[in-house]
């Protein structure tokens, strides 16, 4: 999630840069509830204790604006299809919603 964030701020101070300014946040959809919980509640607890700079990388971006964490389902979550083994129904299902075409054949 940090990396996902740290790029998508940087996108956004590029935009700037060129002319085009954002006027939303952007939407980091995220299915780990955990996650979204401590980046979104400034309160410390001893359970989070360990997190470091990345969590609150994550946080200040949230309270300046810059992202919003909304929370995604695991049975939708695309990237799975990158990075876990799944039957050949769900993979198809997922590779699916990301919309990938199959080059035209040549002539």
Not at 25 to 33: M, V
Not at 36 to 50: D, F, G, L, S
Request: glycine share 2%.
């Amino acid at each position: 999630m940090f990396i996902a964030c740290f790029e998508v701020v940087w996108l956004c101070r590029l935009l700037v840069e060129i002319g085009f300014p954002q006027s939303t946040s952007t939407p980091l959809h995220a299915d780990n509830t955990s996650a979204i919980q401590i980046a979104t509640n400034p309160v410390y607890h001893e359970r989070t204790k360990h997190i470091e700079v990345d969590c609150h990388y994550i946080r200040e971006a949230v309270d300046k604006g810059r992202i919003t964490l909304p929370h995604v389902s695991s049975d939708l979550q695309i990237a799975d299809v990158f990075t876990k083994s799944m039957p050949r129904q769900r993979h198809q299902f997922l590779v699916g919603k990301l919309m990938h075409l199959d080059p035209p054949a040549s002539i």
